[in-house]
């Protein structure tokens, strides 16, 4: 069995930074891409941004400049560094990896539970 927990989220000032963590565990073989989602109060899930196995990112536009994703494939963790916070940022921040199982032959996409984050204004 596989699963991802977060950590890190929490109140925060505008302008001011937070560092949120996802740790894969479990019955792993391999990790594809990872990454971080994020869905606000009445608003669907988006993407805030991905990495390779091999480290290359990708952001999207909103948060491009202000955030940076990175990776310990030793740990099989992946983080989200956030700097220049808007109130706008503020929702509940889901991590997502693309994990091969021992138990699979192929990958899927696991999710973390969430953690929010608030920018207060």
């Known amino acids: 069995q596989v699963q991802l927990v977060e950590s890190g989220g929490g109140l925060v000032q505008a302008g001011g930074s937070l560092r949120l963590s996802c740790a894969a565990s479990g019955s792993i073989f391999s990790i594809n891409a990872m990454g971080w989602y994020r869905q606000a109060p009445g608003k669907q899930r988006e993407l805030v941004g991905t990495?390779?196995?091999?480290?290359?990112?990708n952001y999207a536009e909103p948060v491009r400049g202000r955030f940076t994703i990175s990776r310990d494939n030793a740990k099989n963790t992946v983080y989200l560094q956030m700097n220049s916070l808007k109130s706008e940022d503020t929702a509940v921040y889901y991590c997502?990896?693309?994990?091969?199982?021992?138990?699979?032959?192929?990958?899927?996409?696991?999710w973390g539970q969430g953690t929010q984050v608030t920018v207060s204004s």
């Open positions: 997502n990896a693309d994990i091969r199982s021992h138990r699979a032959y192929n990958y899927r996409a696991y």
């Open positions: 990495i390779t196995s091999g480290g290359s990112t």
